[in-house]
């Protein structure tokens, strides 16, 4: 079955510092991979997806990266944060051998970004 | 623009009723909708997903409908108990749209 993997799950960081938070994948090859983020009483946003290695879309400008090193690796990353960018950060996958359109969205356990 | 709504935000009922969660979206051309439920500071688990051929799906005590044409999706929970307190998200794949897009979600709160 497929399973994604988060980390930090809370991470608590100043104005102005970097940030990294992975996402990996098991059980599943060639996934399409998404960064949403969900703010407080808000709904999810899409920030970035994979289609496949290196592949980065971006749905909305931000000072927030994001790379893909490997088939089952997402990483969200910063290097100068803002207030703004506190929120709690889901990874998530669908098959990557349909389209787009078909797939059922599955996702981790979220990193709750807090910054001060 | 393509948007998902939900209503009611909040809802509270006592256990054992039989309730009903809206979710509407703003264009008929979709591939599919999702529900999903989350728990205070987790992620979000599937419940149930509509293909936009699909009229309606069921798990358990769960059923989602699906009217496509009038952009409306509907979530009814028989028999609620106070385990179904959660946040409920609606989540539309929409044609020519990478993305799904999310409602803000209703938060339930069964009470004992």
């Known amino acids: 079955s497929q399973t994604i993997h988060q980390w930090p799950a809370t991470l608590v960081q100043p104005v102005g510092s970097p940030l990294s938070l992975e996402c990996t994948v098991e059980?599943?090859?060639?996934?399409?991979l998404y960064w949403y983020r969900q703010a407080a009483g808000r709904g999810l946003q899409l920030l970035f997806y994979s289609v496949g290695i290196g592949q980065i879309s971006s749905e909305v400008p931000q000072n927030l990266s994001a790379s893909r090193p490997q088939d089952r690796q997402f990483i969200l990353s910063s290097k100068k944060l803002l207030l703004s960018d506190s929120g709690f950060y889901l990874c998530a996958l669908s098959p990557g051998n349909r389209g787009l359109g078909a797939n059922v969205l599955t996702f981790g356990a979220g990193s709750r970004l807090t910054v001060l | 623009k393509q948007e998902v709504t939900q209503i009611p935000a909040a809802l509270s009922v006592p256990e054992g009723e039989n309730l009903v969660l809206n979710c509407s979206f703003t264009?008929?051309?979709?591939?599919?909708l999702q529900w999903f439920r989350q728990d205070p500071g987790k992620g979000l688990t599937s419940l149930l997903l509509?293909?936009?051929?699909?009229r309606e799906q069921t798990s358990g005590r769960l059923n989602a409908s699906l009217d496509k044409s009038s952009g409306r999706s509907t979530l009814y929970i028989a028999a609620s108990q106070p385990g179904d307190s959660a946040t409920y998200l609606c989540a539309v794949r929409f044609v020519n749209n990478n993305d799904m897009r999310f409602g803000a979600g209703t938060r339930l709160t069964v009470k004992p």
């Open positions: 059980g599943t090859s060639n996934p399409n």
């Open positions: 509509i293909q936009s051929s699909q």
């Open positions: 264009d008929s051309a979709i591939y599919n």
